[in-house]
């Protein structure tokens, strides 16, 4: 039986790349979380509040729905975005996505959510790569997610990004 598990973005380079690429990669030290997803597991997509780099304005949402569609591995190469470094990694099959940050705001689903027993402190919770999600959960965030997603071909071009260079 497959698992379903959030997986934390915290950065728009990052979030654009798993999104158009369709794959996940972990930071060095992050084997316990990566090694949690199997192939056939069921991804939420979660963006952080600073995920924009404007937390007083973005809230942490929930902004798609995708499948490992690999086995985590050590990747050949590592994915680098800023100054960290992703060394394991897997593919995925996305197969749908809010627009362009818009999606199901997490915190207001908080206090029916199991994986977070003291709502006071769930953000807490948040800072990792991924969060294995109980099956009643997943159900929850399936149910309330579903209204916000399109299907990614109508959606993934917004989320398509170029860092603007000095010149």
């Known amino acids: ?12 380079a990052a979030l654009s790349w798993v999104v158009t690429e369709q794959r996940m990669a972990f ?20 963006t952080t509040r600073g995920c924009f780099r404007n937390p007083t304005r973005d809230l942490g949402r929930v902004v ?6 690999s086995p985590v591995r050590v990747l050949e190469e590592p994915v680098v975005f800023g100054e960290r ?3 394991e ?32 402190t769930w953000s807490v919770r948040m800072r ?21 997603l399109l299907p990614y071909e109508e959606a993934v071009e917004a989320y398509r990004w170029e860092p603007v ?3």
Not at 64 to 69: E, I, L, P, Q, Y
Not at 92 to 117: T, W
């Open 85 to 87: 470094s992703f060394t």
């Open 128 to 148: 990792r790569a991924s969060l294995t999600l109980p099956p009643g959960d997943a159900q929850v965030v399936r149910a309330e997610l579903e209204p916000w």
């Open 27 to 46: 930071p060095a030290g992050r084997s316990r979380a990566a090694q949690a997803l199997e192939e056939g597991d069921e991804i939420f997509v979660y």
């Open 89 to 120: 990694g897997c593919r995925l099959e996305v197969s749908a996505l809010a627009r362009f940050r818009e999606g199901l705001v997490l915190r207001d689903l908080v206090p029916r959510l199991a994986v977070f027993p003291d709502p006071a």
């Open 1 to 12: 039986m497959s698992s379903a598990h959030l997986l934390i973005i915290g950065d728009r």
């Open 64 to 69: 798609g729905r995708a499948r490992v569609a």
């Open 165 to 167: 260079s000095a010149a």
